[in-house]
């Protein structure tokens, strides 16, 4: 069992940045394939970013490439999302997820656990 907590969201001014931290509970951190998905009021979860367990592969959603950046710190129990350049259409719920998988995916349906998710709003 994992228990993810997201914190670092919040209002921001159009170009600004954000750093998202996850914090997960449990001893096998270090095995799970970490993803960050968001969620927009009326509109569908989406995949955002994904981190294997080793942290030696990552995918992007198009949308967010070259702004944002996934980090993992093992010894912690934390994955990161630090988001620059943020745009008002990156306004969203963030979720953060975790899953014990061979291949990193960016469907959400092979992650087997979920933050609560923090709202970071861009706006001026």
């Known amino acids: 069992q994992v228990q993810l907590v997201e914190s670092g969201g919040g209002l921001v001014h159009p170009g600004g940045s954000l750093r998202l931290s996850c914090a997960a509970s449990?001893?096998?951190?270090?095995?799970?394939?970490m993803a960050w998905f968001r969620q927009a009021p009326g509109k569908e979860r989406e995949f955002v970013v994904a981190?294997?367990?080793?942290?030696?592969?990552?995918i992007y959603t198009d949308s967010v490439k070259g702004r944002f950046t996934i980090s993992r710190d093992n010894a912690k129990n934390t994955v990161y999302l630090q988001m620059n350049s943020l745009k008002p259409e990156d306004t969203a719920a963030y979720y953060c997820?975790?899953?014990?998988?061979?291949?990193?995916?960016?469907?959400?349906?092979?992650?087997?656990?979920w933050g609560q998710g923090t709202q970071v709003t861009v706006s001026s």
């Open positions: 449990g001893r096998t951190f270090s095995r799970y394939t």
């Open positions: 981190m294997s367990s080793s942290g030696d592969t990552t």
């Open positions: 997820a975790a899953g014990r998988l061979v291949i990193t995916t960016p469907n959400p349906r092979n992650y087997n656990y």
